[in-house]
């Protein structure tokens, strides 16, 4: 392995480059000085030998601005939160620059980290003259539960912020990770950096050493009311409605409309989330009075409601088929609830006149009828908090519901278009419950629901989004792990479809292991298509290629998968897309690491039989990408000369060079087929003789 580094010019797409762009002739690659044989290019370093580092994104503004402008460090009673304070003093003393931040849920840990990260860059910017860079670091382990420390980005000046405390508690050998989190921020010393890590209250090992020096245990939490005003007066720029958080400390005062819904024991997210709700506010009593419903989740009307029901079935029914058809007619509405009750429509005329009407049982409920639309949306939040009652309070309702909703989103079901909404309101159950079973029903709907693109993509939407929970994101990735090596192509392409989305700009590792299960598959079906066309979608975005290219190339050269075959020739595909060809050329033109590994993908691939029109196919891709000067013509030759060499006689190669009976070959195929380095004799016959049939 060389120990170069190389500059390139090409611009990382976005979106990716249209396959007509042409080839620049000026396109240069200049020589640094790393290590590891990376070639650096726009889109990142190419590696050969060195691991992809984690993905980083910058910790957002907004919650550095929370910490700047809107820090609260009291108690309700009025006691000192140290939890910021005693991190910044674990990160700036002598030894290893780290901080685990421990506690139970709910303590601000997160925003405490943050705090205590934009302080030691303060404190570098006074010291040193320049700040950090604050970053998150995704936890994208291949192994989740043996995660590779690794992989943990090291660039100078940064400060880090892993957050591991969804899933800390699976880690198979924790107190081996944390002597190697340790280990690792040792090393940060020497660049500059610093890392916090926030855990739950019992995932960091016990022990003593520099295990417990790096620990800061959350104990107390912020003030949930003081939390409010500080948001709603320094971020939301609302200080005129501090009166409404008043908690009438004066003699003949009142106390303000919300100063009741927070107490000693609300979280400080319960305090953002109220100043939130109150800087949104239209300002009216009425304004005021949904903002105040909505902080409680409805709670009183939700109560209300089903004790003034507790005898009727029929009315709760109803409630429940409205929040899951919203906007549908009244009679659809009436239909639903039938459905979910297995009761047939009323033919009896005396029980037909008998009782209220349906619009005044609706308004009932809390559902607002417009004409014959019936809605819940005029209360932010109301259907949402309905369901979550009925979750907890009727447990043996949850079955029932899930088939009926099955036979409601079925493609002629009275809810078919309402696969996105319910879907969304489900994936909000289901995290809000850590109820695994809802995303399972959701998964389910894949198979039974209509077979097209659109059902697929909503599917994959909706899992995408619980994927990424705090609180079922884990369940939800090996749910996915487990559906990518399932037999049915539906399932299998749903996956891949995630791993084209949000998914896979947070978790490009995990996407990537997926996606070789896919492209395994025994047929290339929709599946495997999908699955490249993700592939290639994760390279083009700025910054993956390395990873991509490095995870691809260990795929197909040192497990031999077909699905490392079927990556290798879909990435350097430049009829799809040549920016991922182009950069791996210029790499090869300076070194010769990178040469040697296209040339041995193309072996090992041409040496599968299964992956032969694959290899035709990616074969005239070239010789075309070639003639039209989008790829240098010396370098494409040149890789392809030594893998003639070796392969003259498979099939692929032998359909290049003599063509086949009843295919027209093109000029660019001919072309170059001519400056092939052929063994002399067959060079002469191909040279003396008529091209072949079809040339």
Wanted: with cysteine; hydrophobic share 40%; proline share 6%.
């Amino acid at each position: 392995m060389s120990d170069e580094s190389f500059v390139g010019a090409v611009p990382p797409p976005t979106p990716p480059p249209p396959p007509a762009a042409p080839w620049a002739p000026e396109f240069r690659v200049d020589v640094g000085g790393n290590q590891n044989s990376k070639i650096i290019v726009a889109a990142g370093s190419v590696t050969m030998s060195s691991k992809p580092q984690l993905p980083v994104a910058d910790i957002p503004q907004a919650e550095l601005d929370v910490v700047e402008l809107a820090w609260v460090d009291l108690s309700a009673r009025d006691e000192k939160v140290h939890t910021a304070g005693e991190a910044v003093e674990r990160l700036t003393r002598e030894g290893p620059r780290l901080a685990v931040v421990a506690g139970a849920s709910g303590y601000g840990k997160r925003t405490a980290g943050i705090k205590a990260l934009a302080e030691v860059s303060r404190r570098e910017r006074e010291m040193r003259g320049s700040p950090l860079t604050l970053q998150e670091i995704r936890p994208d382990w291949e192994r989740p539960g043996s995660p590779d420390i690794s992989v943990l980005p090291d660039d100078p000046g940064r400060g880090y912020l892993l957050d591991v405390a969804a899933e800390i508690g699976s880690w198979h050998n924790p107190g081996n990770v944390a002597e190697q989190l340790v280990n690792y921020a040792e090393r940060l010393n020497y660049v500059g950096s610093y890392l916090v890590v926030i855990a739950d209250d019992h995932g960091w090992p016990d022990g003593s050493g520099t295990l417990a020096r790096v620990l800061v245990r959350a104990t107390a939490r912020p003030s949930a009311h003081r939390v409010a005003e500080a948001h709603l007066e320094m971020v939301h720029r609302k200080p005129d409605r501090l009166r409404w958080l008043s908690t009438a400390s004066s003699e003949g005062e009142q106390p303000g409309s919300a100063a009741h819904l927070l107490n000693d024991s609300s979280r400080p997210a319960d305090g953002v989330r109220l100043a939130t709700a109150l800087a949104h506010a239209d300002g009216t009593a009425e304004g005021l009075k949904t903002a105040l419903s909505t902080f409680q989740e409805w709670g009183n009307d939700v109560q209300g409601v089903f004790k003034a029901t507790n005898e009727d079935p029929e009315d709760r029914a109803l409630l429940v088929s409205a929040l899951f058809l919203d906007r549908k007619d009244a009679l659809t509405v009436q239909s639903g609830a039938r459905i979910l009750l297995n009761e047939p429509e009323k033919t009896d005329v005396r029980a037909i006149l008998t009782g209220p009407d349906l619009t005044t049982r609706l308004e009932r409920m809390g559902a607002e009828v417009t004409g014959r639309s019936v809605t819940l949306g005029h209360k932010p939040g109301y259907a949402r908090a309905v369901l979550l009652h009925l979750w907890r309070q009727r447990a043996d309702i949850h079955a029932p519901i899930l088939q009926w909703l099955d036979a409601l989103t079925a493609p002629k079901g009275l809810a078919a278009d309402r696969l996105a909404a319910i879907s969304d309101l489900l994936v909000e159950l289901a995290v809000a419950e850590k109820d695994i079973r809802v995303i399972d029903q959701i998964h389910a709907w894949i198979d039974k629901g209509d077979d097209s693109s659109e059902h697929r993509k909503l599917i994959a939407r909706v899992l995408t989004v619980a994927a990424e929970s705090d609180t079922l994101g884990a369940e939800v990735r090996a749910l996915l792990l487990d559906s990518a090596q399932a037999s049915t192509e539906a399932v299998a392409t749903v996956v891949a479809l995630v791993c084209q989305g949000e998914f896979a700009e947070h978790y490009p590792r995990q996407s990537l292991v997926r996606l070789r299960h896919i492209l395994d598959r025994s047929a290339a079906d929709d599946a495997v298509l999908a699955a490249q066309d993700a592939l290639r979608d994760i390279a083009a975005r700025e910054g993956q290629l390395p990873r991509v290219w490095s995870t691809v190339i260990k795929w197909a050269t040192e497990k031999k998968h077909l699905a490392g075959h079927r990556a290798f020739l879909s990435l350097l595909d430049p009829s799809v897309a040549p920016y991922v060809l182009q950069v791996m050329l210029a790499a090869a033109q300076q070194d010769p690491d990178v040469k040697d590994a296209l040339v041995e993908g193309w072996n090992v691939a041409l040496a599968d039989s299964r992956v032969d029109a694959e290899c035709r196919q990616l074969l005239v891709a070239w010789a075309r990408a070639r003639e039209s000067k989008q790829v240098p013509e010396g370098t494409v030759t040149e890789i392809l000369n030594e893998v003639v060499v070796q392969h003259l006689y498979s099939t692929p190669i032998s359909a290049l060079i003599f063509g086949e009976p009843g295919v027209a070959n093109d000029a660019a195929v001919i072309e170059l087929r001519k400056d092939l380095r052929l063994p002399p004799t067959l060079s002469a016959a191909l040279h003396n003789e008529p091209s072949p049939a079809g040339s």
